[in-house]
């Protein structure tokens, strides 16, 4: 393996100014000599001590990142648009997968702590978190990303999950809808509460009640179980005629993609057209969505915005640890598709 003294050899200069042009300072390097080095690199293919830069500099130019579940879709396009971002910055990103587990998520910060990452994003799982005196002790720049963390000073990024709620149960309505129920995620954890509370004030506001609603975790399984509870009483159908006393629910706002595909499984087991029995429109805006029958309809969450801005602003508390938190909060857009009674595009696209 090629070292610094090769590669001076080679471009006939020192060690010292092989170090100012791979380090790109803290010395300038005249267009010339700076050519040579970066042709010997090439030849000799040279590669640095990452861990002796890291310690010379004193950043080791990598993030953490952990998730409640990595088998989330949302969670692993989120975590896709950190890292391109990270990655354009010259930094690596490093994920963790919690499992909504308080103890396993300690360990994933602890380990990033461990291991002197410069900054940490972060993703709080549901429930207990022992962690946050000593996150606050390590003084290691960190940021907090789609749902919010109470006792530890940090930067936030989120997006208008109220607003965006409202905006989704505002369209069923607009379809002529009005016993729109909910499923929803974990109760307590704040994007769930102002999910709820968005669908809420939208039938509130229309002078409608309540419709039912049902809590459960962020995923698939946990749709479907919803939907069967919900729709389960609703299966009153004789040769594609509604039977007299009406149904519970005429359409659901569901607070994330994943349990929708849940519902609409639940749906069709038990014979329940979406979307001319059931409206659906559902919070997220994962790839996946385009390709359900009919295509989902749902709140498009800006990944690509998250991800810029969530590193932008770590990387600023890296380079000036006496920055002020602060918080951003995204907009969402509908995203109109069959599953709500709008059109239904060819493959579920865009």
């Known amino acids: ?21 791979v380090n790109n300072g803290p010395r300038s390097v005249a267009p010339a000599t700076r050519e040579r080095v970066l042709a010997a690199v090439r030849a000799l293919d040279y590669r640095p001590n990452g861990v002796a830069r890291s310690l010379r500099m004193r950043h080791t ?26 990655w354009a910055a010259g930094y690596t990103l490093l994920v963790g997968n919690s499992v909504d587990d308080a103890g396993r998520e300690a360990g994933y910060l602890r380990t990033f702590l461990d291991r002197r990452v410069d900054g940490l994003v972060l993703i709080p799982s549901q429930g207990d978190r022992p962690w946050r005196a000593e996150l606050a002790r390590s003084g290691v720049a960190r940021l907090v990303l ?12 989120l997006t208008d999950n109220r607003g965006g709620a409202f905006a989704a149960t505002a369209h069923l309505l607009a ?19 102002d999910r709820v509370a968005g669908w809420r004030a939208a039938m509130a506001e229309a002078g409608l009640g309540d419709a ?9 399984l946990a749709g479907y179980r919803s939907g069967l509870a919900l729709l389960s009483e609703d299966r009153r159908f004789s040769g ?30 038990l014979g329940i057209g979406v979307p001319d029995d059931l409206a659906l429109v559902a919070f997220d805006g994962i790839a996946a969505g385009a390709y359900t029958t009919p295509a989902l309809s749902t709140m498009r969450q800006p990944f690509e ?39 239904d595009p060819a493959g579920g696209l865009p």
């Open 212 to 220: 039912p609603l049902l809590h459960g975790s962020f995923d698939r």
């Open 175 to 193: 379809h002529g809808r009005r016993r729109i129920g909910c499923v929803a995620g974990p109760a307590g954890i704040h994007p769930t509460v």
């Open 1 to 21: 393996m090629a070292t610094r003294l090769d590669v001076a050899r080679l471009a006939g200069t020192s060690p010292s100014v092989v170090s100012y042009v």
């Open 61 to 86: 130019m990598t993030l953490g990142l952990v998730v409640p579940d990595a088998a989330n879709p949302f969670f692993a396009e989120l975590a896709r648009a950190l890292e391109d971002h990270a």
């Open 305 to 343: 915005e998250l991800g810029r801005t969530a590193v932008r602003r770590l990387l600023a508390h890296v380079r000036d640890p006496g920055l002020a938190p602060t918080r951003d909060v995204l907009p969402v857009t509908l995203l109109a598709r069959g599953s709500c009674g709008c059109p």
């Open 146 to 157: 789609d749902r919010e963390l109470d006792g530890v000073a940090a930067s936030h990024v």
């Open 240 to 269: 594609g005629r509604r039977l007299p006393g009406g149904r519970r629910v005429d359409a659901l706002f569901v607070t994330c993609d994943a349990q929708a595909a849940g519902v609409l499984r639940a749906a069709t087991e």
